[in-house]
Structures are given as structure tokens and as C-alpha cells.
């Protein structure tokens, strides 16, 4: 569907035609959709702009990115069919390795969004082993690759599922999460929670990466330091509470 750029919700259309169309190309669930639309309605009541307390969160996640050891980024259907080229972007600019974690079991559907990460840059993606599990999670995405997210230190997993975020803080992991809705518990378990748009984090995500990977350590530990996942969330929510009397 072609949507005019005069369109006052053209992004957001455009937005929903991308997943949708990832869908077409089997490389989103179907459910995917419906998990969009519930993201597409926090975005509504975020103004569909980055705030403060989201940019508070992107400083210090490119801080744990850059500090990390073993960063690995774990990629969706959703977040294949979105930024492919910004999580390729990403990968490298860190540097950290993309891993395919996918719910509804689908080796097919994982060699599709492999072959679209490629296809959009990547010069490596890691599968799921079927002998590398890690603990506390008994859905499919218990299985990951032993090179990736198994000997992670840090795991960024945008558009995530709340089960997985925390059997992964329980494997000793921290965890960066995009969600829109910071009543998730993916918002409420992971190590620093971005509470915005993946399309809008994403690149402001990278934009950070750069410009503190200039700085010396010292002020990227103050800044992990002072940052309380928990009372940003709270900030977030009282954000959308504020816009809510506004309107």
C-alpha cells in the first residue's frame, strides 16, 4: 500500500506496513502484528517523540554496551522487519555480535531473517543450538548459540518477551529492553529499560555510542552509576501521565 508523505500519520503508517510486509516475507509471525499495535498505542501516548527519561536510558545503555565484554544483540521478527540496517549499524559500531532468537519455533523463518540481516549488511549472524540452553525459560527461546548470547555479558533484546528478559537477569546477564510500555515486565526486569520507539532508539542509540566512546571511563561508570532503571521508569510513566492531562 503506497500512503501519502502529506499523511499526518505517515510514519506511523509506514511503520505498519513494514511489519506487516515482514509478515508477507515470513519473516514475522502473524502475532507480530498484534504486538506492533500494542506498541503503536504507548507510542500515541508518549506524543510519538523520544522524552527524557528515554535519552536518560540511551546514555547509559551505550555506556554498558561500550563496557561490555561480550555484547550480543538478539534480533526478532519485529525487529528484523523494522531496522534491519540500523541493528547491522549497531552490530558494528559496538562491536557486538546479532544472534536470532525467535518464540514460535521456525528454522525457516530464522534462515529468512538471516538472510535479511545479510542481506542488509551483516557479515555475520548467529543461529540457535539446539545443545546451548540457558536456564529458567522452557519456550524455544531457551535455545541459543554458544558463541552468542550464552557467553554474553551483555544482551540488548529490543521488542522483548518478559520471561526471557528475566531468565536472562537470572543468568547472570544484563539485559537493555526497548519497550513502549513500561508496565511490561521485560520494563521492569531488565538492567536498563528504553522506554520508547525502536525506530526513534535505535539511531539516537548509535548517535550516543559514538560520541561516549570518546570519553574516558571514568565518566561512562558515573553515568552507569547514577542511572536507577526503576525510578526512570517511574519517570516515564509519570511523562505519559502528563501528556494524558495535556490532552
Known amino acids: 500500500m503506497k500512503i501519502p508523505k502529506a499523511h499526518p500519520r505517515y510514519l506511523s503508517l509506514t511503520t505498519r506496513e513494514t511489519v506487516a510486509q515482514g509478515v508477507k ?18 507510542d500515541y501516548l508518549i506524543k510519538e517523540k523520544t522524552t527524557e527519561s528515554a535519552k536518560k536510558s540511551i546514555d547509559a545503555a551505550a ?5 561490555a565484554k561480550h555484547p550480543v544483540i538478539s534480533v526478532n521478527g519485529n525487529t ?13 559500531i559496538i562491536p557486538a555480535k546479532l544472534e536470532i532468537n525467535i518464540f514460535h519455533p521456525s528454522k525457516k523463518r530464522e534462515l529468512k531473517i538471516k538472510k535479511h540481516l545479510v542481506k542488509n549488511g551483516a557479515k555475520e549472524v548467529l ?5 546451548s540452553i540457558i536456564k529458567h525459560i522452557s519456550s524455544n527461546r531457551k535455545y541459543v548459540n554458544q558463541e552468542g548470547i550464552k557467553k554474553a555479558d551483555v544482551v540488548f533484546v529490543p521488542l522483548e518477551d518478559g520471561d526471557r528478559t528475566e531468565a536472562l537477569v537470572k543468568n547472570k546477564k544484563k539485559v537493555i529492553v526497548v519497550d513502549l510500555n513500561p508496565f511490561t515486565r521485560s520494563s521492569k ?6 522506554v520508547d520507539n525502536i525506530i526513534r532508539a535505535i539511531p539516537l542509540l548509535i548517535k ?12 561512562l561508570k558515573k553515568i552507569l552509576k ?15 501521565n502528563n501528556n494524558l492531562v495535556k490532552s
Open 63 to 67: 555506556c554498558l554496551l561500550i563496557n
Open 25 to 42: 516475507n515470513g519473516i514475522t509471525s502473524i502475532t507480530g502484528l498484534i504486538v506492533h499495535g500494542r506498541g503503536e498505542a504507548f
Open 208 to 219: 550516543q555510542i559514538r560520541q561516549l566512546k570518546k570519553s574516558n571511563k571514568n565518566k
Open 226 to 240: 547514577n542511572h536507577n532503571n526503576k525510578k526512570n521508569l517511574k519517570k516515564a510513566i509519570k511523562e505519559i
Open 189 to 194: 526486569k531488565a538492567t536498563i529499560t528504553i
Open 80 to 92: 528484523a522487519a523494522l531496522v534491519p540496517k540500523k541493528l547491522v549499524k549497531l552490530s558494528k
Open 127 to 131: 543461529l540457535p543450538q539446539k545443545k
